[in-house]
């Protein structure tokens, strides 16, 4: 068998096993698991699954928002984000991460202030921005006033 052939049969095999946790009952319950276990290779697949079959993006929110303050699993975070983006996915993005800012630290508003530039969450990232702008903390006011100089024709005002 070639190379080649080895590779095909590996991809159909992975097609195969996607299929089987997409149509399982417990199928939150493995992905939450994947996402919250120490291992990457599990992190990962959930992570490709879930950009695959965004679905169910909305029960893990929380857990992947949280990883797109991650600086090695931010843009994987993003992309998984962005392949659920639609309006309840936006409610919901928008409240997680106003109960973030609080306890924000600069580098936190900037992630995600990213990612939500990223999913095309403007309303949220107006919000964010305001809230940076108005910080006492140089280094997040900083963070609004590019964020705003940036994407100042998409950010409702």
Not at 31 to 52: K, N, Q, V
């Amino acid at each position: 068998m070639s190379k080649w052939e080895e590779l095909l049969a590996a991809e159909r095999e992975v097609a195969r096993c996607r299929a089987e946790v997409y149509q399982s009952s417990s199928r939150i319950e493995m992905l939450t698991s994947a996402l919250r276990g120490s291992s990457s290779w599990d992190r990962s697949a959930a992570m490709t699954f879930l950009r695959l079959f965004p679905g169910d993006v909305l029960k893990l929110l929380e857990e992947l928002v949280e990883y797109s303050l991650s600086q090695g699993w931010a843009a994987d975070a993003r992309e998984v984000i962005r392949a659920a983006r639609n309006d309840g996915i936006l409610g919901k993005l928008n409240e997680i991460v106003l109960d973030l800012l609080a306890e924000a630290d600069s580098d936190d508003y900037l992630r995600l202030a990213d990612m939500l530039a990223y999913v095309g969450a403007w309303e949220t990232l107006s919000k964010l921005v305001d809230r940076a702008c108005s910080s006492n903390d140089p280094e997040i006011r900083e963070v609004g006033q590019d964020f705003r100089e940036s994407y100042v024709g998409m950010l409702p005002t």
